[in-house]
């Protein structure tokens, strides 16, 4: 998935950035059992736990 955009304050995007999580950066989702707590991604081969409310924040659209 590429990520098209990310609704939040500077603040948040540039702590995103700085984990490589910018508009435009190819993100994969690594799946996970039914459990609650953070979403797993990789970008650029490091993977990424993100809190919900973060991730909810990023808007992705299919490769």
């Not at 190819?26 to 609650?36: D, S, V």
């Not at 797993?40 to 990424?48: A, K, P, Q």
Request: aromatic residues 0%; charged residues 20%.
């Amino acid at each position: 998935m590429r990520i098209v955009d990310i609704s939040g304050g500077h603040g948040l995007v540039r702590r995103l950035a700085q984990l490589g999580i910018r508009t435009g950066a190819l993100l994969r989702r690594i799946p996970q059992g039914p459990r609650r707590g953070p979403i797993l991604v990789e970008v650029n081969g490091t993977r990424i736990a993100l809190g919900r409310g973060v991730a909810r924040r990023i808007t992705v659209a299919p490769q």
